[in-house]
């Protein structure tokens, strides 16, 4: 298991990710296809058990219509001092 900021990022990725992906209403496995990705991955994404390459968060991002910076703000804008939660 990953320790530290990365994977409390990787933590706060993966619940934006399901946020997003709940309120747009797509199971798991409808939103996997949808981003071209295993389900099996997008469960490992969304609890944090898998790093994220840079092609999969922009499959991620398109699936779900939203820009990259809407997903990635909340994993990394606390972590920026003063930033509270805004890049």
Not at 51 to 59: L, P
């Amino acid at each position: 298991r990953m320790e530290g900021t990365t994977y409390t990022q990787l933590r706060r990725f993966g619940n934006a990710i399901r946020a997003a992906r709940t309120a747009a209403r797509l199971s798991q496995e409808s939103f996997a296809e949808l981003a071209e990705l295993d389900r099996t991955y997008v469960s490992k994404v969304e609890h944090a058990k898998a790093n994220v390459s840079f092609e999969n968060i922009v499959r991620i991002s398109r699936a779900l219509k939203l820009k990259i910076i809407r997903l990635t703000t909340k994993a990394i804008g606390k972590m920026i001092p003063g930033s509270n939660g805004h890049i």
